[in-house]
């Protein structure tokens, strides 16, 4: 094989990519290839491929995954001291859900 001493390497934002959870690189003979898991908005940009002397550069634009809401519901009361509930259910799985009170931001705790 005419490539076996060439060094191949990806890179992003002048960081070598090594293989872990997030990205995988495979190389089939003179195919080289970076697989990149559950992708997201800031996994968008420049992507370097370096091979010996020859550099080539990609972008990657990710898109944000659009969302919906399978039902809504109503809006509802409860006496004061009560627990009040309210849940949702959208049409797929997404890591980043966000949960709002008079347009700020509500975290668990």
Not at 1 to 29: A, C, M
Not at 51 to 75: F, K, P
């Amino acid at each position: 094989d005419q490539y076996k001493d060439v060094d191949v390497s990806w890179y992003r934002n002048e960081i070598r990519i090594e293989t872990g959870d997030k990205y995988k690189v495979e190389r089939d003979r003179c195919i080289h290839r970076l697989l990149i898991a559950n992708t997201e908005e800031g996994d968008s940009g420049e992507y370097v491929f370096v091979a010996g002397e020859t550099r080539e550069v990609v972008t990657l634009y990710v898109e944000a995954a659009h969302v919906e809401m399978q039902r809504t519901i109503e809006a509802f009361e409860v006496v004061e001291y009560q627990t009040a509930t309210l849940q949702f259910e959208i049409d797929e799985d997404v890591r980043a859900v966000q949960w709002l009170h008079n347009d700020k931001e509500i975290y668990a705790g």
